[in-house]
T-cell receptor
Framework: AQSVTQLGSHVSVSEGALVLLRCNYS??????LFWYVQYPNQGLQLLLK??????LVKGINGFEAEFKKSETSFHLTKPSAHMSDAAEYFC????????????FGKGTLLTVNP | SAVISQKPSRDICQRGTSLTIQCQVD?????MFWYRQQPGQSLTLIAT?????????ESGFVIDKFPISRPNLTFSTLTVSNMSPEDSSIYLC???????????FGSGTRLTVV
């Protein structure tokens, strides 16, 4: 069965600092991996996804993530945090053959300090 | 990607009553999903809405409590029946299963049961 672990329920960075949100997954088959962002009182917005091909994936708002099979990781990074990045971030995994169901991590709340 | 219209956006309901949430997609999609996000928690899949057949429910969710309809390829409803305060959550619909759609989410329905 697929599962996702997000290390750190709360990450706090200064504006302009590097953002690193950690995600490790468990999957018995090659996974599809996703990062979503949820702003307060809003739905989920897809930041980026990995399905096949290049392991470094670039998303919206300057975020990127790298799929590392050997480490079963898909960490999300952004070189320079902006105040508007403050939100909840969810990592999710889907397995081919699972009817495309998404399994989510518990989420990481990112706060950006001025 | 697909555009999803979900309504109502929020509601406050009396315990023992039922609420039907609607999800309309601007194009035909194969897979539609319903998720629940309890306060401060991650998302949990309730069921997969199948067009022309009964929904497929995840462990811990039953049809009597969460009946789902999927009359066509652009529309689905989720009903939360005989509500109790424990049903207070955000309910989200999602479409996916193709790379074109990338697992798009509706804006969610914030339900409070009093």
């Amino acid at each position: 069965a697929q599962s996702v672990t997000q290390l750190g329920s709360h990450v706090s960075v200064s504006e302009g600092a590097l953002v690193l949100l950690r995600c490790n997954y468990s999957s018995s088959v090659p996974p599809y991996l996703f990062w979503y962002v949820q702003y307060p009182n809003q739905g989920l917005q897809l930041l980026l996804k990995y399905t096949t091909g290049a392991t470094l994936v670039k998303g919206i708002n300057g975020f990127e993530a790298e799929f590392k099979k050997s480490e079963t990781s898909f960490h999300l990074t952004k070189p320079s945090a902006h105040m508007s990045d403050a939100a909840e971030y969810f990592c999710a995994v889907s397995e081919s053959g699972s009817n495309y169901k998404l399994t989510f991590g518990k989420g990481t709340l990112l706060t950006v300090n001025p | 990607s697909a555009v999803i219209s979900q309504k109502p956006s929020r509601d406050i309901c009396q315990r023992g009553t039922s609420l039907t949430i609607q999800c309309q997609v601007d194009s035909q999609v194969t897979m539609m999903f319903w998720y629940r996000q309890q306060p401060g928690q991650s998302l949990t899949l309730i069921a997969t809405a199948n067009q022309g057949s009964e929904a497929t429910y995840e462990s811990g969710f039953v049809i009597d409590k969460f009946p789902i309809s999927r009359p066509n390829l652009t529309f689905s409803t989720l009903t939360v029946s005989n509500m109790s305060p424990e049903d207070s959550s955000i309910y989200l619909c999602s479409v996916g299963g193709t790379t074109d759609y990338g697992y798009t989410f509706g804006s969610g329905t914030r339900l409070t049961v009093v």
